[in-house]
């Protein structure tokens, strides 16, 4: 199985929507992120859970909005975005919990966002 | 920590060699990861390097001077397949856990 899995891959959606981008990892990791990726840009983190709890929260807009209900699942809530949120919006996970300098982040193949 | 600078794009022909730079500033530095990303796909981890000197995987070699602040991946024996982008990132030790990326840079390889 593969290690870290987005749904869905592509989503349109207009500026009065809502939707929710969904990000599950199968490699027992106890720390789960949250990146977006524009053209030419570096990756941005927008949020960390570790243990389930938030640790981070990047100063991103508050309609973006991130569940994680255990461990395996991060969710990002999408609601009233604007054409500037057209992103790839990418999840990771690494081991957490304080694994130290080398703990390495592995990436689900993120979702293309675009907004109307 | 950030500033994490790598040129934008590069072009080597197959079975050559080509180097990709990464420079950092040094302040707090805690290791650096070199991720290769095709289009489309994830970003998948490449290599480590924490303390100075070459670390050697196969085709692929990453290097590291803490002191200068800079990095290397170097790929040898270059195939089509390597055409992709490669991310550098760092960690900083007021980070934790967390990383700062490059812009990364675009290698295209020709035949």
């Known amino acids: 199985e593969t290690g870290v899995t987005q749904t869905p891959r592509h989503l349109v959606m207009g500026m009065t929507n809502k939707k929710s981008l969904k990000c599950e990892q199968h490699l027992g990791h106890n720390a789960m992120y949250w990146y977006k990726q524009s053209a030419k840009k570096p990756l941005e983190l927008m949020f960390v859970?570790?243990?389930?709890?938030?640790?981070e929260n990047n100063s991103v807009p508050s309609r973006f909005s991130p569940e994680c209900p255990n461990s395996s699942h991060l969710f990002l809530h999408l609601h009233t975005l604007q054409p500037e949120d057209s992103a790839l919006y990418l999840c990771?996970?690494?081991?957490?919990?304080?694994?130290?300098?080398?703990?390495?982040?592995?990436f689900g193949p993120g979702t293309r966002l675009l907004v109307l | 920590g950030q500033n994490i600078d790598q040129p934008t794009e590069m072009t080597a022909t197959e079975g050559a060699i080509v180097q990709i730079n990464c420079t950092y500033q040094?302040?707090?530095?805690?290791?650096l990861f070199w991720y290769q990303q095709h289009a489309g796909e994830a970003p998948t981890f490449l290599s480590y390097n924490v303390l100075d000197g070459l670390e050697e995987k196969g085709r692929f070699s990453s290097f590291l001077s803490r002191s200068k602040g800079y990095s290397y991946l170097l790929l040898k024996e270059l195939q089509m397949k390597d055409s992709a982008s490669y991310l550098c990132a760092v960690r900083y030790q007021e980070d934790d856990y967390k990383l700062s990326f490059g812009a990364g840079t675009t290698v295209t390889v020709r035949a």
């Open positions: 859970y570790n243990f389930k709890e938030q640790t």
């Open positions: 040094t302040s707090g530095f805690n290791g």
């Open positions: 990771a996970s690494s081991q957490g919990g304080g694994g130290g300098a080398k703990e390495t982040q592995y």
